[in-house]
């Protein structure tokens, strides 16, 4: 079976999540992916914690089906097998430190010499240029620097997001991103460079909130798990100790909720709820009346109502509860994927092709594939020994 990227070669520099989530979703898509490590640790996102049979969380997330090539690209002879790589290679990804990359001679300008197509994509904090060009990034940084603390979490204190949704945000983009150079490759015959900045990434997310306080307007209020202008739009506890997440959108729905959920069909012409902006501004009130109704029920009674109103719904899961999820289990989204430790279940990349499976092959060992990339760029077993030999000091 055909997939997208098949023949397509991409070199990566990467660490941690923002390089590494990109270029697993083009190994995804069938693309080779060959990941250059640090000899001995690697990848620095290996030692985060040892949570999977011994290995890191974030690691066996987002490097399945790449090849660790562990090089010291400091030393003369390991960049010349990495220059040896690029002159063929399709894409280069790096997520080095800022400016780190042009040192090495690794910039798109230096590059496109010896390899007119190849595609370079640049991640970084803010962008190649600029005053804040030369400024590390963290996740928790981007996600202060574009505003989205202040927006998020509860009204007395603000709460970063509990996944990393910066470095998300600037993967996702330089994948489309390479996609989309790979296209016009296709067209023109020449590489391209891409710039990614997660702060323009996770900007561009902001995008609501931005033009919610557009012109001086007050932003939007930090409301926790609620909506911050629908209500109701959040999370309410039944009466099991249970949560159940619910969205009204509009005021047919608000009728439904009241006649068939509450079962109180008067609320709804109620003169502090007959409107979403009085039950926004009235949430207090409107939250005690929906919770002395739930703390009758279960969370499957109240999911039971919901769902006989059409209104929309969700149960408020753990880690477990997706683990565990009857839909993705339905659905038949996991498979097994060889790790250094023995096999994990993963999750399909989302969306269901009808033309192609994913590729979902082994999380490697730092340098596990030296010999095989080495041997096929004609180096000899001595070659090859010498390079991966313990360096003096």
């Given amino acids: 079976m055909t997939r997208p990227l098949d023949g397509i070669t991409v070199v990566s520099l990467e660490h941690a ?42 690691f066996t997330w987002i490097n399945r089906s790449k090849e ?44 496109k010499i010896h390899n007119a197509r190849l595609i370079v994509c640049d991640i970084s904090g803010y962008g190649r240029d600029g005053p804040y060009r030369d400024k590390k990034a963290y996740d928790l940084l981007i996600q202060s620097e574009t505003g989205f603390l202040s927006i998020t979490g509860m009204p007395e204190a603000p709460s970063k997001a509990g ?30 460079h891409i710039d990614v900045s997660m702060l323009e990434a996770l900007g561009e997310w902001m995008g609501y909130p931005m033009y919610y306080a557009f012109d001086g307007a007050p932003p939007p209020p930090r409301t926790g798990a609620s909506h ?60 005690a009346l929906i919770v002395g109704v739930f703390a ?11 769902d006989d109103a059409g209104i929309a719904n969700a149960r408020v899961n753990d880690m477990a509860g997706l683990w565990e999820h009857p839909q993705l289990q339905a659905r038949k989204r996991w498979r097994n994927v060889a790790t250094p430790a023995g096999d994990v279940p993963a999750l399909l990349p989302p969306g269901v092709n009808s033309a192609f499976d994913y590729r979902m092959d082994a999380i490697p060992a730092v340098g596990q594939h030296n010999v095989a990339i080495l041997s096929e760029l004609g180096w000899s077993a001595e070659q090859i020994d010498a390079l991966q030999a313990p360096r003096e000091i």
Wanted: hydrophobic residues 40%.
């Fill in 163 to 192: 996944i990393s949704v910066a470095d998300i945000a600037a993967g996702m983009y330089a994948y489309t991103n390479i996609l989309s150079a790979l296209l016009l490759r296709g067209r023109t015959g020449e590489g391209s």
């Fill in 17 to 58: 999540v923002a390089a590494p989530f990109c270029t697993r979703q083009l190994a995804d898509l069938g693309a080779r992916v060959i990941k250059v490590e640090r000899p001995g640790g690697g990848d620095f996102a290996r030692g985060y914690d040892q949570r999977v049979q011994g290995q890191s969380s974030h």
């Fill in 296 to 306: 009758r029920l279960t969370v499957v009674q109240v999911v039971e109502r919901l």
């Fill in 228 to 287: 911050a202008s629908i209500y109701p739009y959040g999370p309410f506890q039944a009466g099991d100790g249970g949560t159940v997440m619910l969205g009204l959108q509009n005021e047919r729905e608000w009728k439904e909720f009241c006649d068939k959920v509450l079962r109180r069909p008067e609320v709804a012409t109620d003169a502090r709820f007959d409107a979403n902006i009085k039950r926004s501004a009235n949430r207090a009130e409107l939250h």
């Fill in 68 to 111: 660790s090539l562990a090089l010291d690209v400091k030393q003369p002879a390991a960049r010349q097998a990495l220059m040896q790589l690029l002159r063929t290679a399709d894409v280069l990804v790096q997520n080095l430190a800022p400016g780190a990359a042009a040192r090495m001679g690794l910039s798109y300008e230096a590059l």
